[in-house]
């Protein structure tokens, strides 16, 4: 496995990391315990060494499980997570809660669920318009000075609250989507973060799984699944974006390779600091995944892939009104 320095803070993970929420939250029902620990100790074992996670995924369940999982090889990977929300006693979210000592009581707790001393990157999961960026930032840089943190990363967040954050605690890494059907963050985001020296950490790398080619409008989701409330995932809107997968196929096969692995090569082909976490719940599609990092796309793929997808406008919004409205503060 190759690895990748985000930005310029020497934090080296594996060029692609994995993301642990598909296991606990979100696309369906949890997986077994068991199955859980298995397969990310099988992304492990075939070099993976970053590991996605967050409170917000249960909640609190799967920092239960990545802690479990890991918790034998801590010395060997780098564990992401991410504070920002309140919940009641069901574990339903309660809003946005980044105020201090909310910070500092999450990472209390956030510690004995990774059964670790420390928490390698920290976002913020999403800004909360309630507390000052700058109070945020300062409260993690106390908490990497105690040494409890490390590392601080956003979510979602905006170009101007990354500079305010950045300019009180340097920003290791943003975490947002990007990807072949979401490639918003090329016009002010990307250029940002190259000039600040901060890693990029795309989830959703293959669009919740649509890049994969295994999704039409005929596929039906589990009653759980978040995709059910995505826009872009309603049933007109499957069908009229198939033209993107149709692309990506052509191209697969010209290059004896899955859909996947373009998408994944794609990404990795953009900049040396981006690392994207593509999530899955199959051991069979760990390992296509993770082939993607040996795939080499030329000068000339790249231009392909620009110009047949320039003709490609892909429908429906990818979050529902009431999610949007917590992105790009």
């Known amino acids: 496995m190759q690895t990748r320095k985000l930005g310029k803070s020497n934090l080296e993970v594996s060029a692609l990391g994995l993301g642990c929420m598909g296991l606990s939250f979100g696309l369906g029902p949890p997986v077994e315990k068991q199955h859980g620990i298995a397969l990310i100790r099988a992304a492990l074992g075939r070099g993976v060494t970053f590991f996605d996670t967050a409170e917000a995924y249960g909640p609190y369940k799967n920092e239960e499980l990545v802690g479990?999982?890991?918790?034998?090889f801590r010395d060997q990977v780098v564990i992401a997570t991410k504070f920002g929300f309140s919940f009641d006693e069901k574990g339903a979210q309660n809003g946005l809660n980044?105020?201090?000592?909310?910070?500092?009581?999450?990472?209390?707790?956030?510690?004995?669920?990774?059964?670790?001393?420390?928490?390698?990157?920290?976002?913020?999961h999403r800004v909360d318009p309630n507390v000052p960026i700058e109070d945020v930032a300062g409260t993690v840089k106390d908490l990497i000075a105690e040494g409890k943190v490390k590392h601080f990363g956003l979510s979602e967040a905006g170009v101007q609250t990354i500079r305010s954050a950045h300019a009180v605690q340097p920003v290791t890494a943003l975490q947002s989507e990007y990807s072949l059907w979401w490639r918003e963050p090329e016009k002010e985001l990307l250029p940002t973060?190259?000039?600040?020296?901060?890693?990029?950490?795309?989830?959703?790398?293959?669009?919740?799984?649509?890049?994969?080619?295994?999704?039409?409008?005929?596929?039906?989701?589990?009653?759980?699944?978040?995709?059910?409330?995505?826009?872009?995932?309603?049933?007109?809107?499957?069908?009229?974006?198939?033209?993107l997968v149709g692309v990506l196929g052509q191209l697969a096969?010209?290059?004896?390779?899955?859909?996947?692995?373009?998408?994944?090569?794609?990404?990795?082909?953009?900049?040396?600091?981006?690392?994207?976490?593509?999530?899955?719940?199959?051991?069979?599609?760990?390992?296509?995944?993770?082939?993607?990092?040996?795939?080499?796309?030329?000068?000339?793929?790249?231009?392909?892939?620009?110009?047949?997808?320039a003709g490609v406008e892909v429908q429906g919004a990818r979050y529902p009104k009431h999610l949007q409205e917590l992105v790009g503060r």
């Open 68 to 72: 479990e999982a890991l918790a034998p």
């Open 98 to 124: 980044s105020r201090p000592q909310h910070i500092r009581e999450y990472v209390e707790g956030a510690l004995k669920r990774l059964r670790t001393e420390v928490i390698d990157l920290l976002y913020q």
């Open 193 to 243: 973060l190259e000039e600040l020296g901060i890693g990029f950490v795309p989830f959703s790398p293959l669009g919740k799984g649509f890049l994969t080619g295994s999704i039409n409008e005929t596929t039906k989701f589990d009653s759980k699944d978040f995709r059910n409330i995505v826009p872009r995932f309603n049933e007109e809107n499957r069908k009229a974006n198939q033209g």
């Open 253 to 309: 096969a010209r290059k004896n390779v899955t859909r996947a692995q373009i998408a994944l090569t794609w990404l990795l082909a953009r900049t040396p600091w981006i690392v994207p976490i593509p999530g899955t719940t199959k051991l069979e599609r760990l390992e296509e995944n993770l082939e993607a990092v040996d795939i080499k796309l030329t000068s000339d793929d790249l231009r392909e892939i620009d110009n047949a997808l």
